[in-house]
């Protein structure tokens, strides 16, 4: 059983669906104990990386998920559910974050072409 926390925004289904399309059985949930006892956490993500850091601190899913990362279990987090692991990020004008990842997300160089 895979697990994907439900902060209350992120991709969700689209995670789910891809999980289940490679044959694992998931559950969507953002119940800490439930999390707590996955064999692996999935972090998904679309969205602003400071409404996600609130979400997850209102739900008390910060404390969750750190404890993941102490208790060594597998956690894969995808675009800002990875962002928000880090230190800090300069979205929203600078913002902490969940502290697991040494580090700070920046702005890609404006000057370089990138995707939309």
């Known amino acids: 059983m895979i697990t994907i926390i439900d902060y209350g ?7 789910s ?6 044959g694992y059985k998931v559950k969507i949930t953002g119940n800490p104990g439930e999390i707590l006892k996955a064999k692996a956490v ?9 409404d ?8 008390g899913l910060d404390t969750t998920i750190r404890q993941l990362v102490k208790n060594k279990r597998p956690l894969m987090a995808i675009c800002v559910g990875l962002q928000v692991l880090f230190t800090q ?3 929203d004008g600078g913002l902490d974050c969940l502290d697991i990842i040494p580090g700070s997300v920046k ?3 404006q000057n370089l072409k990138t995707p939309h």
């Open 9 to 15: 925004a992120g991709n969700l289904r689209s995670v």
């Open 17 to 22: 669906n891809t999980i289940s399309h490679l």
């Open 42 to 50: 999935v972090l998904p993500g679309v969205g602003a990386a400071g």
């Open 52 to 59: 996600t850091i609130k979400s997850l601190i209102q739900s």
């Open 89 to 91: 990020s300069e979205e």
């Open 107 to 109: 702005f890609l160089d």
